[in-house]
């Protein structure tokens, strides 16, 4: 037996989860899928910031298009940590393509136009 909080929606739904991965707790179906993909394959969509090389800013906010491995986090943050753009730069460019070639980019979140 295994509880966790539904980090689906802010409601935060104490969920339950047997060995068979029954779920009792939640109060919608979202939060039946989230348990059982936490308990079974967990992953994290990822928010972070790159340098940019910019006449306005110094960093530019990213985060990857979909969820990636909840294990393959910290070796995104190192490869995130390493990457510098130049601008100009809009919403949704990608900054990262295919990251570990997991099908998951990391773009950005924020225009820097010069
Ligand atoms: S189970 Fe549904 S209502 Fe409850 S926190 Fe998750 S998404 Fe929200």
């Known amino acids: ?18 060995d068979q991965l029954n779920v009792s707790g939640n109060t919608c179906p979202r939060g039946a899928v989230y348990a059982k993909q936490e308990l079974t394959h967990p992953t994290r969509t990822l928010t972070s910031t790159v340098r940019v090389v910019s006449e306005l800013e110094a960093m530019l906010p990213v985060k990857s298009n979909k969820p990636l491995p909840k294990e393959k986090i910290f070796e995104a943050m190192e490869v995130i940590n390493k990457t510098c753009v130049k601008a100009p730069i809009k919403i949704g460019d990608v900054v990262i393509k295919n990251i570990f070639g997991l099908d998951v980019d990391i773009v950005a979140t924020k225009n820097i136009l010069r």
């Open 1 to 18: 037996m295994k509880e966790l909080i539904c980090i689906i929606c802010p409601r935060g739904c104490h969920l339950t989860v047997d």
